[in-house]
């Protein structure tokens, strides 16, 4: 076969239904509200191109290259983007439910406002890019290299990120009740006044971490590492599986409040590292 080439085309509102593009190469091509579920693009090169209130639910973007290319507003629930490289690409209030990003690599992207719940992002590495405002319920970070991102404002309630680092990531303001971060590498994040009750921070690398005013009832840190973790103002009621030692290298003040729920600053001996009934 040929491999397709599509340079400053206008295919908006376009009917492409299973439209097969795979391998192509698409430069400064505009798809606006263009109908394209279930398109294969996989392997294609994308440049500058514009797919925004684009249908592409199923779409397969598997292996592709996209650079500096608008999704927003588009419908790509259940979107393949496996082992994809994305680079500047935006995807602002696109629903891209259960989307797989497996294996992706993503720099500089923007995904404010995107709907990604229940979207996979396992072994992706992910740079300098915005998640803040999206919807990551129950999205699956295992295993992802994340750095310098932010997740500000983000609804990440049930996300697991356990085994991956993600190292200058800004979290704040944001809701991740019950999110795993099992043997997370967290080092240099901001948790400022998130709420994290019923986390798993398990085995997790939280040294210097800025965790104030942040909601962490019955969080599990069983041999999590906490030196220099800033707690101040940090609701810890009901925190397990913390020791003495642990809680004794953190920041805290007269605004924390402690797993027993007795006022900080934290002092040796006291027993208010272990919540009342333990």
Not at 65 to 70: N, P, Y
Not at 148 to 164: E, W
Not at 248 to 256: F, G, L, N, V
Request: net charge neutral; with cysteine.
């Amino acid at each position: 076969g040929f491999r397709c080439v599509l340079e400053r085309e206008t295919l908006n509102e376009a009917e492409l239904q299973a439209v097969n593009l795979q391998s192509a190469i698409i430069k400064a091509t505009s798809f606006l509200d263009a109908d394209m579920s279930g398109a294969n693009l996989s392997r294609a090169v994308i440049d500058s191109a514009d797919f925004e209130r684009a249908i592409l639910t199923g779409g397969d973007f598997s292996g592709a290259q996209i650079f500096e290319t608008l999704f927003s507003f588009c419908w790509l629930t259940g979107a393949i983007l496996s082992d994809a490289k994305l680079r500047s690409a935006t995807f602002r209030r696109a629903s891209v439910r259960e989307g797989r990003f497996q294996g992706a690599v993503i720099e500089g992207c923007k995904f404010t406002g995107a709907i990604l719940s229940s979207a996979s992002f396992h072994h992706a590495r992910i740079a300098t890019s915005d998640f803040s405002e999206c919807e990551i319920e129950k999205a699956q970070f295992y295993r992802a290299q994340v750095r310098v991102c932010r997740f500000v404002g983000v609804n990440g309630s049930g996300a697991n990120f356990s085994s991956s680092s993600m190292k200058e990531c800004v979290f704040s303001r944001s809701g991740f009740t019950g999110a795993k971060f099992f043997q997370t590498d967290l080092k240099g994040a901001n948790f400022d006044r998130t709420v994290l009750n019923d986390c798993d921070f398990r085995e997790a690398q939280l040294s210097g971490v800025d965790l104030c005013r942040a909601e962490l009832r019955n969080v599990r840190f069983r041999e999590a590492k906490l030196a220099g973790a800033d707690m101040r103002g940090a609701d810890l009621t009901g925190a397990r599986e913390l020791t003495a030692a642990q809680l004794a290298q953190a920041r805290t003040d007269e605004s924390t409040i402690l797993p027993n729920g007795d006022h900080g600053p934290y002092r040796r001996h006291s027993g208010a590292e272990r919540p009342v009934g333990v």
